[in-house]
């Protein structure tokens, strides 16, 4: 069967003359009409929209453009609209590209009206080459699952499950307690309204247990996760609860009965060291519970749990006690698998270990209690036998031993401590020893509250250290008033230390599971301005303190946010561009690079150990078809052929001279791109040596392009990305750079000065800089010479 | 009767350039100010400066200020700043620079 011909028809947009004003717009057209392929070559009178459904055509008869080339600078948005217009009337909106010349800096008047024309005339060609291997692209849909996996069951993941039930999905919702709630149901009370989180807790798990599409695994973690967004598959394992879920009733007989009193649940004071209780404190903090007790910390499910290790030998209090026969002590650790479309990771926090800060005595003076605890105490009267109370704040955060970062809730945490503890005794006194009270927005107002309070006193300068009265354990505490640079000496009964917030070791041991990169500080980020909830594997999403230290009101907020960014998969059908990678088998020599380079890890191995994008993990950034170094793998719809047969048809001759160097410059549609046309539109003197090319970002550069592009004589190679830490696709803009390595010596066995090859940051607003950045390496190239392989 | 000497001191340019030689300071940017080194430092309130308001002192450029200050007289050297300070500077390294600078521009007569 013969390959049916591309016929391609080239349209010029030119309503305010300013193409016809700068070039001889008719000969242009007239040469284009004598290239291969191209079957038109008009200047349309309109754009296709509402008003014009159909292709601005006149008189072609059989020879209907198949592809069409738009000339001349039409708006973006302008453009998707008009790609979708025709694409309804036939022309597959792949099959379209847009050539602008305004962009490429040839009406700049500054130009010689010949170089102008030579330039234009490159242009087109280049064009023409690349629509020539342009193919129709279809829209593909996947089948995807309505589950989403949540892990967590704190308050972001119980907000979660809630926002993706109310849409109407599934939701697998694992935790590693025996109930759910997370530290935000410890708490005693949250900033701003100073009231009880349970209140807001119990009214989520009111709806949530309500729904039937949600399936609670409580005292699960997960093991593995396979599969891709859409289709993800959990082997998770459950630990056994000793009680059986569906005939348990809660009604609390075996709690009476049973022998064995615990200290709790320990885990979320994380330190090993046993609570002092000699001094009157033993109320405090950790729950003296029995060893079944109901789930923790909210009793959701309702059946009770019993903490086997602490049963003393052939005990069966509990068992014969049991009107239900609910106690089944022989249940196993189960292992299930679940499947999910998207999985979102709401792990939360840990309190950082304060016993590590040595200088304060956390665990060795029995006055000396962290922020959570404190919490505990609210709830007792004890507190009221304190007449003074210290606060540290930054215990452990913002120090470069401890935590780098600022935990961003303690100081609001603190203040609403003492705004509860002066409700209850008023006549307690309150030093807190600070270095900066960030209290950020309407946390303000607290601030200001508290400072009003008779008797607290903020002092501005930390203790190093503290002393305890080895007669009655108050507490000594030295700080200097850095206002003043006098020494401030207090006496405390009670000193608290407002802990920071470190990664929870849950989050750790996902990692690990999930494949999953975390930040230096162990949270999941990738983008964290532009997309936050988003981390670097396509599918999981993250919300709450599991992506950085935050609030209970942050961690709802973006545990809404992951949700909602989770339904694209969790719909009937994923759409995916059909834009892609495709790996050419026939080429590929399964050198692995493109697995390894992936920002998002998309590629697994196929039946012959072949490089497969994972379609739905793919967020088609290109980074291997930049990285791979046989060219073999190509997006869909700009391959390396498409670039190569371009830049084959680049007239190195356009400008006047010879001398005149000739640029090359590929530049990330994100940012440079846009610099660069920017600085054309707008008259910034840009200059005219360069024609850029757009690619989807800067480690799409193939090194066999830029040789290629060197091999045919062109002077200068500019690679336009971003800046360090802020490329969407996390960092190919470094692969690229360290990729220029390899290149170097490639270029000195062509005989090619390596300086000839130039990688520039360009933020989207950087015109101005994109001109200079020319125009030195313009002089550059002048002083070295042109490319020997020059025409 | 002997002569009391005349302590005095070069001043202007080269006594700074003197400093300098002796004063990294560059470590003292990090500085918060959250007065960590102050009660850490065993002769942290004897003199009228403490240790704090020498490394503000710095972050000024107030040289002659931080190399006349009276807490260079009472430091130890006992490194409590240094190993108390959340940003990790070398505040003792720093006093002990500055002590250096006081004794290289002392000039007899």
Request: aromatic share 6%; net charge neutral; glycine share 6%.
């Amino acid at each position: 069967m013969k390959k049916p011909t591309s016929r391609i028809g080239i349209f010029v947009w030119d309503p305010d003359a300013s193409l016809r004003n700068s070039i001889d717009l008719d000969s242009l057209l007239n040469r284009c009409r004598s290239l291969k392929n191209v079957v038109c070559c008009e200047q349309a009178e309109a754009l296709p929209g509402s008003d014009v459904p159909e292709m601005p055509v006149r008189d072609v008869g059989d020879e209907r453009p198949d592809r069409i080339i738009w000339v001349g600078h039409i708006d973006e948005s302008r453009y998707q609209q008009i790609r979708q217009t025709l694409s309804r009337s036939g022309v597959n909106p792949y099959l379209q590209i847009l050539c602008d010349l305004k962009a490429q800096g040839v009406c700049s008047p500054s130009l010689d009206p010949n170089v102008r024309a030579r330039k234009a005339a490159t242009l087109l060609k280049m064009a023409v080459a690349r629509a020539r291997l342009l193919e129709p692209l279809e829209p593909l849909s996947l089948p995807g699952i309505d589950t989403a996996l949540v892990i967590g069951a704190g308050v972001a993941g119980l907000h979660a499950s809630l926002s993706l039930l109310n849409m109407g999905f599934g939701v697998h919702l694992i935790e590693r307690d025996s109930g759910v709630g997370g530290k935000t149901a410890l708490l005693e009370r949250f900033y701003p309204k100073i009231c009880d989180p349970r209140c807001g807790l119990d009214f989520v798990c009111r709806q949530l247990i309500r729904s039937e599409r949600l399936s609670l695994h409580t005292l699960t973690t997960i093991a593995k996760l396979e599969g891709a967004p859409g289709a993800f598959t959990a082997t998770v394992f459950q630990q056994p609860r000793f009680v059986d879920s569906a005939r348990c009733d809660g009604c609390g007989i075996c709690q009476d009965v049973c022998p064995i009193r615990i200290s709790g649940h320990s885990r979320y004071f994380q330190d090993e060291a046993p609570f002092p209780t000699s001094t009157g404190l033993s109320a405090l903090a950790k729950d003296a519970c029995k060893a079944i007790h109901p789930a923790m910390p909210m009793r959701i499910p309702t059946a009770f749990v019993i903490e086997r290790d602490c049963c003393p030998e052939n005990c069966d209090a509990c068992r014969t006690a049991c009107p239900n026969g609910a106690i089944e002590f022989e249940q196993e650790p189960r292992e299930k698998t679940l499947d999910a479309g998207a999985v979102l990771v709401t792990t939360g926090w840990d309190p950082y270990p304060l016993s590590r800060l040595t200088e304060f005595g956390y665990g060795i003076h029995t006055r000396v209690i962290g922020n959570l605890e404190m919490e505990k105490l609210l709830k007792t009267s004890t507190v009221n036998d304190f007449k003074h109370v210290a606060f540290i704040q930054c215990a452990g955060s913002r120090d470069n031993r401890h935590l780098p970062y600022c935990s961003s809730v303690c100081c609001s945490a603190t203040l609403k401590q003492i705004r509860y503890l002066k409700e209850q005794s008023p006549e307690t006194t309150c030093t807190v020893f600070y270095q900066d009270i960030r209290t950020p927005g309407f946390e303000e107002d607290l601030y200001r509250e508290v400072r009003s309070l008779e008797k607290v006193t903020f002092v501005r300068g930390l203790p190093s250290g503290v002393r305890a009265q080895p007669s009655d354990g108050s507490l000594n505490l030295t700080a200097e008033d850095t206002f003043s640079g006098k020494p401030i000496r207090i006496e405390a009964d009670l000193l608290v230390l407002a802990g920071g917030m470190a990664p929870s070791t849950q989050s750790t041991e996902l990692a690990r599971t999930l494949n999953l990169p975390s930040n230096q500080y162990g949270f999941f980020e990738a983008h964290h301005q532009c997309f936050p909830e988003e981390s670097q594997r396509s599918g999981i999403y993250v919300g709450g303190c599991a992506r950085d230290p935050m609030s209970v009101a942050q961690s709802i907020e973006s545990s809404h946010l992951a949700a909602m960014k989770a339904v694209r998969f969790l719909r009937e059908f994923v759409q995916v561009e059909p834009t892609y990678p495709v790996v050419d088998k026939g080429k590929c020599d399964q050198c692995k690079r493109c697995v390894e380079e992936c920002p998002f890890s998309s590629f697994v191995f196929d039946e012959k150990q072949f490089p497969e994008p994972v379609l739905t993990r793919c967020r088609q950034c290109g980074n291997c078809m930049g990285v791979c170094p046989l060219g073999a793998i190509s997006l869909r719809n700009r391959t390396v052929r498409q670039y190569a047969a371009a830049i084959e048809v680049l007239e190195t001759s356009f400008m006047n001279a010879r001398e005149e160097p000739l640029i090359l410059a590929f530049l990330c549609e994100n940012d440079a791109a846009r610099a660069a046309e920017e600085a054309n539109i707008n008259g910034i003197p840009v200059p005219p040596n360069v024609i850029h090319m757009s690619v989807p970002c800067a480690g799409a550069v193939n090194n066999a392009l830029i040789a290629d592009a060197l091999s045919l004589g062109i002077d200068g190679v500019l690679i336009g990305g971003c800046k360090d830490g802020q490329c969407h696709y996390v960092r190919g803009n470094q692969l690229v750079r360290k990729r220029s390595g390899d290149l170097q010596d490639k270029l000195k066995t062509m005989m090619i000065e390596p300086v000839r090859v130039r990688f520039e940051s360009l933020e989207i607003r950087d015109s101005h800089k994109y001109a200079e950045v020319l125009k030195t390496f313009v002089q550059d190239l002048k002083a070295i010479g042109p490319n020997p392989f020059k025409i | 009767m002997r002569d009391t000497p005349t302590i005095h001191r070069p001043a202007g340019k080269f006594r700074d350039a003197l400093i300098h030689l002796s004063v990294d300071t560059s470590g003292i940017r990090a500085c918060v100010q959250c007065g960590r080194c102050t009660s850490a430092c065993t002769a942290g309130f004897l003199a009228s400066e403490t240790p704090r308001q020498v490394v503000r002192h710095l972050q000024w450029n107030e040289l002659e200020a931080a190399v006349g200050s009276s807490f260079l007289y009472q430091c130890k050297q006992c490194i409590g700043c240094t190993v108390q300070c959340p940003q990790g500077v070398d505040v003792a390294g720093v006093v002990q620079a500055l002590m250096k600078a006081r004794f290289l521009t002392l000039e007899t007569k």
